[in-house]
């Protein structure tokens, strides 16, 4: 189950003491008002807080308009690291989750403002990432020149659905614009419900059961690319299984404590964990605090809002700060319905309590505390701590009078403690480099955060993912020049270069080591440029001459190596290889690879296969870059009479996997070694129509040649 998997490993975006972020489409107007009952600095000036998903790699211009000429604007990345402020940012974007945040400079409420945002995607690319919905949510949106394409190059939006359990769906997409057209779609891609004009009129609707745990694509789309695009009203409406346990628990209507029996009429998650799940109201805006305690299992506990997003989670960490084995969540919430869902991590069954409690007002400020240079000072960390994205947390304030080189430390030998060092209005700018040390008592974590930094005012939170304990913590400064980086290593395209990050690296906006290498394409290219190491989660960045970042990229080549492909017009670019973490340096090899010409097909029909007349081709790293995180090129297959077909594909260089899928590109079916070896063979009965075929390795980033056929079974 998403739900609970994704979230035991990863932390979400937004800090548990502001309320979640409202939704700003990629290409959107909004007017709102400021208020200070959504989130406030530490000064008490207010903000509100927006997230943007983007589905793909593109650019975008976002503007906030007000009559108060110092209001202004934040945009954040999935991490929470500033990328550009002011009132209009225009800059690339990967595909992910960002946050705007719209900031009064003094502190004032009722400050009415427009809020636009403009996205346009980068040319033959997939849409792969979808803001997700709830089953009981209604919306509007809008399809236009920026939205997303299906294979047919019909516009659409997506979203992901997660459904908790086994139930019955029921959706309806209406428009006096366009032509709607409704596909819901497996996890694997299939369209297991597909509608055109089941909604009365050109409407579309779909009432089809579903299982659970489970996450949908849902796909909002017209019916063809002819259709000009216009405004539509998505609502979802879900049934639970009459039969099926997996149903709300109950309501949480006030203040109160619930007692119960996690057991067989629980619902289930993939990793056998079970849970139940409450529904919350909430008519103002205030903070919730939340609190599951059992003395049978090990606690998890989350709260999901309307959109389908996690609004806040926390796990049981030994004796926590609601008492043993319990976890707690304490978070702003706006006005609007929630789910409150309750785990029993390993399955385990037993008695538990879910104790609710709700405050109406503004959200807490948590106070900062100043840290001087040289100075070591103690904290405890418990129930009575503020709380961030991260859980339990103090914050510190540090002064840097000039620009030098700053290191932060804590220690604990109560719970792993965290550093994770922000500018002034919050955003972050790196994180620790935790150690753990064995000491005559025991276990001693040991994290540190370097950076040199010009002088400014920082904040730096000492953050227990929910353990509670005592830690303390101390920095030192040594003030120094920070030279302009000026030394660029000359790279040819088709080439490689291995080097040493470290003390002799130019520093980068982090204060952490950045190499820079500069190449010049000729003429219009296509790059694919690699980080590998060995040593560390290499973090590559490709650059234009004034330093905007045109491209950036972790761990899409695998877990701490990046892949960054980009189309790029003849001229002279920067490669920025650096780590991810704190602290990081070793040795690296950074890769420049190179095939000149336009811009290819992409995620588009790279060209028409023919039944009976097999093709020859080479999978390159222009190919569309697809789902599972591999290299495809798609094919448009015409079948002109019913009948019994096969499609084979053919590799001695990588391991064969082909997709059959229809007009819109909806898995129909698929194989990876049907053939035998590592050829892959699908046969299927096909109808008269228009079919995509994908040719890709069944895993990795796999480049070589192919044959390719489909031939009609006698």
């Known amino acids: 189950m998403k739900l609970f998997l994704s979230l035991a490993a990863a932390s979400i975006c937004w800090g548990q003491s502001c309320a979640l972020p409202e939704i700003l489409r990629p290409t959107d107007t909004i007017q709102a008002v400021l208020t200070d009952l959504k989130c406030r ?10 997230a943007v998903t983007f589905p793909t790699e593109g650019e975008v211009e976002i503007a906030v308009e007000a009559k108060d000429p110092d209001l202004k604007l934040l945009l954040r990345n999935t991490a929470g690291r500033k990328l550009d402020m002011g009132k209009t940012v225009r800059r690339r974007v990967e595909r992910g989750v960002y946050t705007v945040l719209v900031q009064a400079p003094k502190p004032e409420d009722g400050v009415p403002f427009t809020l636009r945002s403009a996205f346009t995607s980068e040319p033959n690319t997939l849409c792969r990432v979808f803001p997700p919905v709830g089953p009981y949510l209604t919306l509007t949106g809008q399809l236009n020149a920026a ?30 614009d366009f032509d709607p057209y409704l596909i819901l779609r497996s996890s694997g891609g299939h369209a297991i419900a597909v509608d055109d004009n089941g909604g009365g009129s050109k409407n579309a609707r779909i009432s089809i059961p579903v299982r659970g745990p489970e996450t949908y694509t849902l796909i909002a789309a017209a019916v063809s690319e002819s259709e000009k695009s216009g405004s539509y009203r998505l609502s979802l409406r879900f049934e639970p299984d ?12 006030k203040p109160e404590s619930v007692s119960a029996r996690m057991g067989g009429a629980a619902c289930s998650t993939s990793a056998d964990a079970l849970f139940h799940y409450y529904d919350l109201n909430l008519d103002n805006a205030g903070q919730g605090e939340l609190t599951l305690t059992s003395a049978a299992f090990d606690t998890f506990l989350s709260v999901v809002d309307a959109w389908g997003r996690t609004v806040a989670y926390s796990a049981a960490n030994g004796s926590s700060a609601g008492g043993p084995g319990s976890a707690v969540i304490k978070r702003q919430l706006e006005p609007g319905s929630y789910r409150v869902l309750a785990f029993s991590v390993k399955g385990a069954p037993g008695d538990y309590t879910l104790k609710y409690d709700f405050r109406p007002g503004p959200p807490d400020v948590c106070s900062q505390i100043t840290l001087e240079p040289g100075q070591t000072k103690s904290g405890t960390l418990g129930g009575a701590s503020c709380r961030n994205e991260n859980g339990l947390a103090d914050t510190y304030r540090i002064e840097l009078p000039s620009s030098g080189g700053l290191l932060v430390e804590a220690i604990s030998s109560d719970f792993p403690v965290a550093l994770v060092l922000r500018d002034e209005q919050g955003s972050r700018i790196v994180e620790d480099s935790e150690t ?5 008592t025991g276990r001693i974590y040991r994290s540190q955060v370097p950076a040199d930094l010009p002088a400014g005012v920082y904040t730096v939170s000492a953050e227990s993912s929910g353990t509670p304990g005592s830690y303390s913590i101390g920095h030192r400064f040594i003030a120094k020049t920070l030279p302009p980086c000026s030394q660029f290593q ?3 395209l088709n080439s490689a270069y291995r080097n040493l990050l470290g003390n002799d690296s130019c520093r980068g906006g982090d204060g952490q080591p950045v190499d820079y290498y500069e190449f010049t394409a000729p003429s219009d290219t296509a790059i694919a440029a690699l980080m590998t190491s060995g040593d560390f989660d290499g973090f590559l960045t490709v650059e234009d001459t004034k330093g905007n970042v045109l491209r950036a990229d972790d761990n899409s080549f695998g877990y701490g190596d990046a892949l960054v492909v980009q189309f790029l017009p003849g001229e002279t670019y920067r490669l920025g290889a650096r780590s991810a973490q704190s602290g ?8 420049l690879l190179s095939l000149p010409g336009e811009r290819a097909p992409g995620c588009l029909p790279r060209g028409a296969l023919t039944v009976g007349e097999p093709l020859a081709d080479s999978l390159r790293f222009t190919a569309c870059q697809w789902r599972d995180e591999t290299f495809a090129d798609i094919y448009r297959l015409a079948v002109a009479a019913d009948g019994d077909f096969e499609v084979s594909l053919k590799s001695e260089q ?27 063979l699908l046969k299927r009965k096909l109808d008269a129509g228009i079919y995509h075929v994908a040719v890709k390795a069944s895993s990795g980033w796999v480049t070589g040649s192919y044959t390719l056929a489909a031939r009609q079974l006698p």
Do not use: H
């Open 242 to 253: 009459p039969e099926d346990p997996c149903r709300p628990q109950g309501k949480l209507e």
């Open 490 to 492: 000359k790279l040819e």
């Open 654 to 680: 990588f391991d064969a996997a082909v997709l059959l899928m229809d007009e819109r590109g909806s898995v129909i079916d698929e194989d990876d070694d049907g053939a035998g070896n590592t050829d892959a």
């Open 41 to 50: 600095m530490t000064d008490g000036t207010p903000y509100v807080q927006y």
């Open 147 to 176: 939205s997303c394409r299906m294979l047919d190059n019909s516009a659409f939006d997506g979203y992901s659905l997660e459904v908790l359990g086994p139930g019955t769906i029921e959706i309806a997409l209406e428009s006096g």
């Open 584 to 591: 990081s340096g070793g040795l690296y090899r950074v890769d």
């Open 436 to 440: 753990v040390e064995l000491g005559a």
